[in-house]
């Protein structure tokens, strides 16, 4: 499956959707092109599991069963991300999980706003 919808297919952050057992069913262009090396769209319908180290695959797989989201941020090569993960739903039912991975400045700018 290859996300059709044309805002997110073209998006700039990398969006790839998993199902509750941890099977790439969607990726953006983005997430196609940032894991390129790894195979790109090749790795719909495989384990997003084995996409990881040891580490972050016990992680993953704590967030699957959980359905809890997943929030932190990397820096590779300079560029620094976030990536989110977060439960999705169908009908109410937990279905899986979706993670951006989105570039962000080094030095973010923070607001804390009133009532």
């Not at 990726?27 to 790795?43: H, I, S």
């Not at 993960?85 to 973010?108: D, H």
Request: net charge neutral.
């Amino acid at each position: 499956m290859v996300i059709e919808s044309a805002w997110v297919k073209e998006f700039g952050g990398a969006v790839t959707v998993c199902d509750a057992a941890g099977i790439i069913l969607e990726m953006n262009d983005r997430a196609a092109a940032v894991f390129a090396a790894d195979g790109g769209r090749a790795l719909i319908g495989s384990s997003v599991l084995a996409c990881h180290p040891e580490q972050a695959r016990a992680r993953l797989a704590g967030m699957l069963a959980a359905g809890q989201r997943n929030v932190y941020t990397i820096e590779k090569n300079g560029v620094k991300k976030l990536i989110y993960q977060s439960p999705w739903y169908r009908g109410g039912a937990y279905a899986g999980f979706v993670e951006l991975s989105l570039e962000i400045p080094a030095e973010l700018p923070h607001f804390v706003r009133g009532e």
